[in-house]
Structures are given as C-alpha cells and as structure tokens.
C-alpha cells in the first residue's frame, strides 16, 4: 500500500469505475431507464464497489481497509445478482451481459488477491508510520 499515493491509483479501483460506467451505459440504452427500483440498487451496489475501496484506503490501515475490500467484493456479487435480473428482464443482450459479468468475476479475483496481499503484509498501513 505504501506506494500507492491516492486510491484513484490503485486498479481495482479502476476497474470498479468501469464497472459503474457500463452499468450507467446499460441505464441509459435500455428500458431499464423504466425500472426505477432495479436501476436503482443496481446503480448504487455498482458505486458502492468503488466507493469502498476508496473509502477503505483512506483509512490508512490495512484492516480497515481489509473489511471495506470485503464489502466492495459482496457489492459486485450483489450487482452481478441484479444484472442476471436485467438479463432476465432483457434490459440486455446475453452478449453484453458476459461481458458486464466477466468484468465483475475479474473484479471480485482481484479485490480478493489484494485482500490476501495486504493479510499477509508486514506493513500495518499509513497510520502505524
């Protein structure tokens, strides 16, 4: 974590952002525009994986940190849940929800090797410097 500056630099932050984008994108090409309750959950647990590994790295210790990536990585599964019920709802082709699925699969990989990586590091986070 120590060369890490800000949490914009880490990856699966960035790879959550894009999550949040394309779910945006499937909002606004879809008639999931019309289901204000699905939209709804579906956009705020797709931020919500972002906004806790954001919020987690602010935290400056890594078992804080630790239990915020836990919950970014439940936030995807629970977003992957609510893409199968827009594919169900055919908000989506099977196609592009693959490929959501995939980046969230990939996503969930990740946020849990750096959850393991940061368990197993000597370094206790900025706040014990």
Request: charged share 30%.
């Amino acid at each position: 974590m120590a060369h890490y500056k800000s949490f914009e630099d880490l990856e699966i932050w960035q790879r959550a952002r894009i999550i949040c984008n394309e779910i945006y994108d499937l909002y606004l090409s879809s008639d999931l525009q019309k289901d204000y309750g699905l939209w709804n959950q579906i956009n705020k647990s797709s931020g919500s994986i972002m906004d806790n590994i954001a919020e987690g790295f602010e935290r400056d210790g890594n078992r804080e940190f630790i239990q915020f990536l836990s919950i970014a990585k439940a936030s995807c599964g629970e977003s992957k849940s609510q893409l199968y019920r827009c594919l169900d709802r055919k908000y989506l082709e099977p196609e592009k929800f693959g490929s959501i699925a995939k980046q969230m699969n990939e996503c969930q990989a990740q946020i849990a090797g750096f959850m393991k990586y940061l368990k197993n590091s000597d370094r206790k986070g900025n706040k014990y410097d």
